[in-house]
T-cell receptor, first 110, second 115 residues
Framework: NAGVTQTPKFRILKIGQSMTLQCAQD?????MYWYRQDPGMGLKLIYY???????DKGEVPNGYNVSRSTTEDFPLRLELAAPSQTSVYFC?????????FGPGTRLTVT | KQEVTQIPAALSVPEGENLVLNCSFT??????LQWFRQDPGKGLTSLLL?????REQTSGRLNASLDKSSGRSTLYIAASQPGDSATYLC??????????????FGKGTKLSVKP
């Protein structure tokens, strides 16, 4: 039982490049989330999904896109990367009561 | 809009001391509250989860309390150890009639326990 997995662990992008952050969970959770964490700050919600085919914006969605074709996978797409997207990205999935977090992806845009 | 505040932002204590971390939230309509630990450059480790109907939860040297009506939670750490040094995050889950809302996080309290 791997829980929530994220790839890659680290990535450096140049301004204007695109990439996809991968997230997968093996707990059969319907709810999944993407958060970002900036230095000295708590986590902020980017996008979330309540099941395959259903996604919605969180607090800071600009510059990101998501899709949810299966229960297990919830990738986050960055188009035209900007320095403001330098952050640590956490994916989470949720049981009825508790959220479980992946190890994070540290992204630097230069 | 729900806001979560954690006080103090940083705390340094000698080993063996008992300590309290504070968390306050502006909207009492929460589903539950979760305390996390985060080590530098690492992910989040869930410490304790308190449902809105509960008053406290305990795990080893950790005790978390919840007073929903006043919008407050405390995390009590007994007999602190250098290994407790980390950032502690408080997060509340919104109540959408029992459905699964996202977490709203505080900025955290950075704890340093000196040997």
């Amino acid at each position: 039982n791997a829980g929530v997995t994220q790839t890659p662990k680290f990535r450096i992008l140049k301004i204007g490049q695109s990439m996809t952050l991968q997230c997968a969970q093996d707990m059969n959770h319907n709810y999944m989330y993407w958060y970002r964490q900036d230095p000295g700050m708590g986590l902020k919600l980017i996008y979330y999904s309540v099941g395959a085919g259903i996604t919605d914006k969180g607090e800071v969605p600009n510059g990101y896109n998501v899709s949810r074709s299966t229960t297990e996978d919830f990738p986050l797409r960055l188009e035209l990367a900007a320095p403001s997207q330098t952050s640590v990205y956490f994916c989470a999935s949720s049981s009825r009561y508790e959220q479980y977090f992946g190890p994070g992806t540290r992204l630097t845009v230069t | 809009k729900q806001e979560v505040t954690q006080i103090p932002a940083a705390l340094s204590v000698p080993e063996g001391e008992n300590l309290v971390l504070n968390c306050s939230f502006t909207d009492s309509a929460i589903y539950n509250l979760q305390w996390f630990r985060q080590d530098p450059g690492k992910g989040l480790t869930s410490l304790l989860l308190i449902q809105s109907s509960q008053r406290e939860q305990t795990s080893g040297r950790l005790n978390a309390s919840l007073d929903k009506s006043s919008g407050r939670s405390t995390l009590y750490i007994a007999a602190s150890q250098p290994g407790d040094s980390a950032t502690y995050l408080c997060a509340v889950r919104r109540d959408y009639g029992g459905s699964q809302g996202n977490l709203i996080f505080g900025k955290g309290t950075k704890l340093s326990v000196k040997p």
